[in-house]
């Protein structure tokens, strides 16, 4: 029968509940409302019930405050039992303690009979504290429902990646707030994390320096034509590019000064994009001069925006580095195991039927040449 005590008591049952799963704990906020609520139906029944009430509370608090103090239940159970006992008198405390018991024994029971359930359960509890190891698809799952509710954000739209936080926000608003939060909480990289970094920056620096230097004028690689573009470019200048092997080495070997001064269409690589995307470049801020690093593949595909330049009157510099092809998708050809085909620029061979024949010499300066541009021909 529905009683205005049976009502309170499942509310409070309910909110325990829930409580206890979602953060762990029972508020005592929540704690000290119910007490306030049970504590009215007590007083409503008179004096005497007000009496057993209190009874019940202490009963409560004292039977489960050595266990609490054993470490063997929490806080939130201590004062659970003792608002049910406020509500119920000596009684229902009695009764919550006896089922309380019965349920826990039933639950040790499943746990040592199911042994695969009772390690998930741990491995749910360890979850806050130990992220990785068993607990790491269970850490996954709470940041996934963490933004989204119970259903989570959706499917493949989670949020969590390996080993960090997940936060959901619009990107600059959110790191302009992390970075204040940062600020006033007086953040700082652990020294040793600093000293790491810094030890692999000046490994990585020799590196690209020692990658970088000409060490056969004659044969200059791509790194090396990277390398002097860059010493001649100046601090506010912008290199453009988007496919072919430049990107990748440019991300290894350039060094950008100005955030600006770095523009890769690396979203969809699309060849072609240099040249158009360096004139709009330049229009974006006729400032700075703007070097198109392109490969003979790109140029190839598109390099008619050289005319739009000159009918806009804005200079670009266009650095073409000839390989004879598409050198990078070569490579992805031979290191799947097929042999080389159809990604160099050759002459068919009438012999072998093939595109094995010698390399076909395009003169790039020419071509630029012949469209008005200032063409200079590196001969390396
Ligand atoms: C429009 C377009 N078509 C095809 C591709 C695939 N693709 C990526 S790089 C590349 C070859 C680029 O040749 P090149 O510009 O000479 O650069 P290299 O590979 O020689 O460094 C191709 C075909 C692409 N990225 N964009
Ligand atoms: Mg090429």
């Given at each position: 029968?529905?009683?205005?005590?049976?009502?309170?008591?499942?509310?409070?049952?309910?909110?325990?509940?829930?409580?206890?799963?979602?953060?762990?704990?029972?508020?005592?906020?929540?704690?000290?409302?119910?007490?306030?609520?049970?504590?009215?139906?007590?007083?409503?029944?008179?004096?005497?019930?007000?009496?057993?009430?209190?009874?019940?509370?202490?009963?409560?608090?004292?039977?489960?405050?050595?266990?609490?103090?054993?470490?063997?239940?929490?806080?939130?159970?201590?004062?659970?039992?003792?608002?049910?006992?406020?509500?119920?008198?000596?009684?229902?405390?009695?009764?919550?303690?006896?089922?309380?018991?019965?349920?826990?024994?039933?639950?040790?029971?499943?746990?040592?009979?199911?042994?695969?359930?009772?390690?998930?359960?741990?491995?749910?509890?360890?979850?806050?504290?130990?992220?990785?190891?068993a607990s790491y698809q269970v850490r996954q799952a709470l940041g996934a429902l963490a933004q989204g509710g119970l259903f989570g954000v959706g499917l493949g739209q989670g949020v969590q990646k390996f080993g960090a936080l997940p936060l959901v926000g619009d990107a600059r608003a959110t790191l302009d707030a992390l970075r204040e939060g940062a600020a006033a909480a007086k953040a700082r990289t652990a020294a040793e994390y600093g000293d790491r970094v810094e030890s692999l920056k000046a490994e990585w620096d020799a590196a690209v320096d020692s990658i970088r230097a000409v060490e056969t004028p004659e044969n200059l690689t791509q790194a090396n034509v990277i390398g002097i573009v860059n010493e001649a470019s100046g601090p506010r200048d912008v290199v453009v590019c988007a496919a072919g092997g430049m990107p990748g080495d440019l991300l290894k070997l350039w060094r950008p000064v100005d955030p600006k001064g770095y523009h890769m269409e690396y979203g969809f690589s699309c060849m072609g994009y240099e040249i158009a995307g360096g004139l709009g470049v330049k229009m974006a801020d006729p400032s700075r001069d703007v070097f198109v690093m392109v490969g003979d593949g790109s140029y190839l595909m598109l390099h008619t925006e050289i005319v739009t330049s000159l009918e806009e009157g804005q200079k670009i510099i266009i650095v073409v580095v000839d390989n004879s092809g598409y050198q990078c998708i070569r490579n992805l050809q031979m290191s799947t195991g097929s042999p080389s085909y159809g990604n160099e620029l050759r002459y068919r061979d009438p012999k072998t039927g093939i595109l094995d024949g010698p390399y076909i010499p395009i003169d790039f300066a020419a071509n630029a040449a012949r469209l008005g541009a200032v063409a200079i021909r590196a001969e390396t």
């Amino acid at each position: 029968m529905w009683t205005l005590r049976s009502i309170f008591l499942w509310m409070f049952a309910a909110g325990v509940t829930y409580y206890d799963l979602r953060y762990r704990k029972v508020p005592n906020r929540f704690v000290l409302l119910s007490a306030a609520g049970g504590f009215a139906l007590a007083a409503a029944g008179g004096w005497s019930a007000c009496r057993a009430g209190l009874c019940g509370m202490l009963l409560g608090f004292a039977l489960l405050f050595p266990a609490f103090l054993l470490r063997m239940v929490g806080g939130g159970d201590v004062k659970s039992l003792a608002v049910i006992g406020l509500a119920t008198g000596l009684g229902g405390v009695a009764l919550a303690m006896a089922v309380g018991i019965v349920a826990g024994g039933v639950v040790l029971l499943l746990m040592t009979v199911l042994p695969h359930a009772a390690q998930r359960v741990n491995d749910y509890r360890a979850a806050l504290v130990d992220p990785f190891q068993a607990s790491y698809q269970v850490r996954q799952a709470l940041g996934a429902l963490a933004q989204g509710g119970l259903f989570g954000v959706g499917l493949g739209q989670g949020v969590q990646k390996f080993g960090a936080l997940p936060l959901v926000g619009d990107a600059r608003a959110t790191l302009d707030a992390l970075r204040e939060g940062a600020a006033a909480a007086k953040a700082r990289t652990a020294a040793e994390y600093g000293d790491r970094v810094e030890s692999l920056k000046a490994e990585w620096d020799a590196a690209v320096d020692s990658i970088r230097a000409v060490e056969t004028p004659e044969n200059l690689t791509q790194a090396n034509v990277i390398g002097i573009v860059n010493e001649a470019s100046g601090p506010r200048d912008v290199v453009v590019c988007a496919a072919g092997g430049m990107p990748g080495d440019l991300l290894k070997l350039w060094r950008p000064v100005d955030p600006k001064g770095y523009h890769m269409e690396y979203g969809f690589s699309c060849m072609g994009y240099e040249i158009a995307g360096g004139l709009g470049v330049k229009m974006a801020d006729p400032s700075r001069d703007v070097f198109v690093m392109v490969g003979d593949g790109s140029y190839l595909m598109l390099h008619t925006e050289i005319v739009t330049s000159l009918e806009e009157g804005q200079k670009i510099i266009i650095v073409v580095v000839d390989n004879s092809g598409y050198q990078c998708i070569r490579n992805l050809q031979m290191s799947t195991g097929s042999p080389s085909y159809g990604n160099e620029l050759r002459y068919r061979d009438p012999k072998t039927g093939i595109l094995d024949g010698p390399y076909i010499p395009i003169d790039f300066a020419a071509n630029a040449a012949r469209l008005g541009a200032v063409a200079i021909r590196a001969e390396t």
